[in-house]
């Protein structure tokens, strides 16, 4: 099995910043990749960010600019710098990892808040 916990959610203002953070950890591969979703209430849960074993990433178009994800291989560890928050930011923020073998298997973690609001 694999363990993730994400740690680094809170109250934040419009236009600060957080940084999140995600230690996976049991069953893993090292060219998993790995990312994060967020779920607003109400809202279906979307793809945030995704990077690969080699660097590579990918962002939804609403945080492109603002957000940046990194990862440190050697500690098993995903990152989230979010700036310029917006309170259309607010959600449930998951860490998520997927296997690169077959069946390619996804874990989540447990989500952390996060609340942009004045």
Same mark, same amino acid.
Not at 46 to 53: C, D, G, N, Q, W
Not at 89 to 109: E, K, N
């Given at each position: 099995?694999?363990?993730?916990? @994400? #740690? $680094?959610?809170g109250? =934040?203002q419009? *236009? $600060? #910043?957080?940084?999140?953070?995600?230690?996976? %950890?049991?069953?893993?591969? #090292?060219?998993?990749?790995? $990312? !994060?979703?967020?779920?607003?209430?109400? &809202?279906?849960? @979307?793809?945030?960010? /995704?990077?690969?074993? *080699?660097? %590579?990433?990918? +962002? /939804?178009?609403? =945080? &492109?600019?603002?957000?940046?994800? %990194?990862?440190? %291989?050697? &500690?098993?560890?995903? +990152?989230?710098?979010?700036?310029?928050? &917006?309170? @259309?930011?607010?959600?449930? +923020? +998951?860490?998520?990892?997927?296997?690169?073998?077959?069946?390619?298997?996804?874990? !989540? $973690?447990?989500? /952390?808040?996060?609340? =942009?609001? #004045?």
């Amino acid at each position: 099995q694999v363990q993730l916990v @994400e #740690s $680094g959610g809170g109250l =934040v203002q419009p *236009g $600060g #910043s957080l940084r999140l953070s995600c230690a996976a %950890s049991g069953n893993i591969f #090292s060219n998993d990749a790995m $990312g !994060w979703d967020r779920q607003a209430p109400g &809202k279906q849960r @979307e793809l945030v960010a /995704t990077i690969t074993s *080699g660097g %590579s990433t990918a +962002y /939804t178009d609403s =945080v &492109k600019g603002r957000f940046t994800i %990194s990862r440190d %291989s050697a &500690k098993n560890t995903v +990152y989230l710098q979010m700036n310029s928050l &917006k309170p @259309e930011d607010t959600a449930i +923020y +998951y860490c998520h990892l997927r296997h690169s073998i077959i069946p390619f298997q996804t874990f !989540w $973690g447990q989500g /952390t808040q996060v609340t =942009v609001s #004045s």
